[in-house]
């Protein structure tokens, strides 16, 4: 199984100042049909999962611009331009080239 | 508008059965890639079984045999029949939509407990 492994696992941020989430797969996630299945999903209190961003760096639809994603490879990276009280909760990533798993989360809060 | 909503999560001792039903709304089951997703607690996120739309499934190798996946296309819901259950098992349960195209999982429901414990 691809291992997804995500640092930081707590981001205490202040409000208006950026985040920064990365993840790392422990093998390439360069699918044969050559496309990269990284995504990003966001859980907020008492809300369901949510699609951020597909395919490395794709807003899903309704998704704010100061979420952005990048990477290559291994390695992919969340950031937040701009943290807002609505954007606290858990972060995941998740693979889909070779079955589906995803990171151990990570949580963004306020200082 | 897309929706999913679980339901049939509780209290079962281990050995124990339980079904989990997942009502979808603003789509068609029958045609799209369907999953089911845990999370045990203070644990990750863990896939489950993975319906395609031609029928085939896929399960975790932690439920192979223990765990079954169907969906009702004229009920336009899904289902996890849940056999022989562990402590292990003990989780909240997801069902999602996988969309193909983009390699990722669009849209959840709010999840159902499950809880293994004599």
């Known amino acids: 199984d691809i291992v997804m492994t995500q640092t930081p696992l707590s981001s205490p941020v202040t409000l208006g100042q950026p985040a920064s989430i990365s993840c790392r797969s422990s093998q390439s996630l360069v699918h044969s049909d050559g496309n990269t299945y990284l995504s990003w999903l966001q859980l907020r209190p008492g809300q369901p999962l949510r699609l951020l961003i597909y395919k490395i760096s794709n807003r899903f639809s309704g998704v704010p611009d100061r979420f952005s994603g990048s990477g290559a490879g291994t390695d992919f990276t969340l950031k937040i331009s701009r943290v807002e009280a609505e954007d606290v909760g858990i972060y995941y990533c998740m693979q889909a080239t070779q079955s589906w798993t995803f990171g151990q989360g990570t949580k963004v809060e306020i200082k | 508008e897309v929706q999913l909503a679980e339901s049939g999560g509780g209290l079962v001792q281990p050995g124990g059965s339980l079904r989990l039903s997942c009502a979808a709304s603003g789509f068609t089951i029958s045609s799209n890639y369907m999953g089911w997703v845990r999370q045990a607690p203070g644990k990750g996120l863990e896939w489950v079984s993975v319906?395609?739309?031609?029928?085939?499934?896929n399960y975790a190798d932690s439920v192979k045999g223990r765990f079954t996946m169907s969906r009702d296309n004229s009920k336009n819901t899904l289902y996890l029949q849940m056999n022989d259950l562990r402590g292990e098992d003990t989780a909240i349960y997801y069902c999602?939509?996988?969309?193909?195209?983009?390699?990722?999982?669009?849209?959840w429901g709010q999840g159902t407990l499950v809880t293994v414990s004599s």
């Open positions: 319906i395609y739309s031609g029928g085939r499934i």
């Open positions: 999602a939509r996988f969309w193909p195209d983009s390699g990722c999982l669009d849209y």
